[in-house]
C-alpha cells in the first residue's frame, strides 16, 4: 500500500510562511490528482490545494489562491505546497491527499490515499 509522507508543518507568526512537503513511498505510483487538505478543530475538512497531473490544473479552495501555491514534481509522486501570509485561521491538522482515478477533484470524496497529516499552527 503505497503511503503519503508528509513534512514542514510547525508553528509560525502571522504574516508567516510554511512549506509543506508530500512524497509518495512508491515512485511507481501513479495517480490522477495529488493534494492537500485541511481541518481545523470543530470544522469540517476542506480543500487547501490540488493539482491534477497531465492538465496540470490547480485548484485552491477559498480565499485560499494567492496566498497559497501548491506544485508538483514530474515524477507525479510528490507535491509541494507554500503558505504566505498566514493568519490564525489557517490553523489546521494538513494533510496530503491522492486521487488515484479521475474525477472530481475537489472534494475530499475519491481520494483514496491519505497522509497522517501535519500540525500548522499560525500564533498571533
Known amino acids: 500500500q503505497v503511503q503519503l509522507i508528509e513534512s514542514g508543518g510547525g508553528l509560525v507568526q502571522a504574516g508567516g510562511s510554511l512549506r509543506l512537503s508530500c512524497v509518495a513511498s512508491?515512485?511507481?505510483?501513479?495517480?490522477?490528482?495529488m493534494g492537500w487538505f485541511r481541518q481545523a478543530p470543530g470544522k469540517e475538512r476542506e480543500l487547501v490545494a490540488t493539482?491534477?497531473?497531465?492538465?496540470?490544473?490547480?485548484y485552491y479552495g477559498d480565499s485560499l489562491k494567492g496566498r497559497f501555491f501548491i506544485s508538483g514534481e514530474k515524477s507525479r509522486t510528490a507535491v509541494t505546497l507554500q503558505m504566505n501570509s498566514l493568519r490564525r485561521e489557517d490553523t489546521a491538522v494538513y494533510y496530503c491527499?491522492?486521487?488515484?482515478?479521475?474525477?472530481?477533484?475537489?472534494?475530499?470524496?475519491?481520494?483514496?490515499?491519505w497522509g497522517q497529516g501535519t500540525q500548522v499552527t499560525v500564533s498571533s
Open positions: 491527499a491522492a486521487r488515484s482515478d479521475y474525477g472530481y477533484v475537489l472534494d475530499e470524496d475519491g481520494y483514496d490515499y
Open positions: 512508491e515512485r511507481s505510483f501513479r495517480n490522477y490528482a
Open positions: 493539482i491534477t497531473w497531465g492538465s496540470e490544473n490547480k
